[in-house]
């Protein structure tokens, strides 16, 4: 069975040397969905607290949220880089409340204190699929992955390999020393 939650997500971006409307900075709102599968935990009747989806998720999904998302080559970085530091901006604000946390992989590195997010490939929702899901692949047992963006969409299936110990009492993860960090229960 699954879980699923959603979110909503505003971001500019472009597709540097393509040939079409999308080679100009534009600005979308996307929905992202994020399906999770497990057995239904007997405790709480759910496979996983749809919520604690979302603040799992979240913590690196914001990034994305009201942020600037350009490949590592468009000349436009260094440009934007350049205005963010003349303007003060570049490492961030006291208004600069929604950051999530810094991450770098092969596909994607983040920089929350910019609102940016640099890709190794150009952000289709195609490619938004895969940086969220080797984001969160660890964290969540996740069997798909839904991302629509304008008239864009796509989605992704994943075997769900992950063997997650999840608490009796309220349905999220464990951590490392078996113990879940919402409600003190001790394995």
């Not at 901006?89 to 999530?100: A, E, F, H, L, V």
């Not at 770098?104 to 929350?112: Q, W």
């Not at 997650?164 to 309220?170: A, D, Q, T, V």
């Amino acid at each position: 069975m699954r879980s699923i939650t959603t979110f909503d997500l505003q971001y500019a971006h472009r597709f540097y040397q393509f040939k079409g409307e999308a080679q100009y900075l534009h600005g979308h709102t996307g929905l992202l969905t994020i399906e999770v599968e497990d057995s239904i935990n007997e405790g709480v009747n759910m496979v996983y607290p749809c919520n604690e989806i979302q603040k799992t998720a979240w913590d690196v999904l914001k990034n994305f949220d009201h942020a600037l998302i350009l490949r590592e080559d468009d000349p436009l970085l260094p440009a934007i880089l350049k205005v963010y530091e003349e303007t003060g901006i570049k490492d961030g604000t006291p208004q600069n409340t929604m950051k999530g946390i810094t991450f770098k992989n092969e596909l994607a590195t983040a920089y929350p204190d910019s609102r940016l997010v640099v890709t190794k490939e150009t952000l289709t929702v195609e490619g938004m699929i895969k940086i969220v899901y080797e984001l969160l692949k660890d964290k969540l047992n996740i069997a798909k992955i839904t991302f629509t963006s304008g008239v864009n969409a796509a989605s992704a299936e994943y075997n769900t390999k992950n063997n997650i110990e999840r608490c009796p009492l309220c349905g999220i993860s464990l951590d490392e020393n078996h113990s879940c960090p919402k409600c003190g229960y001790k394995k």
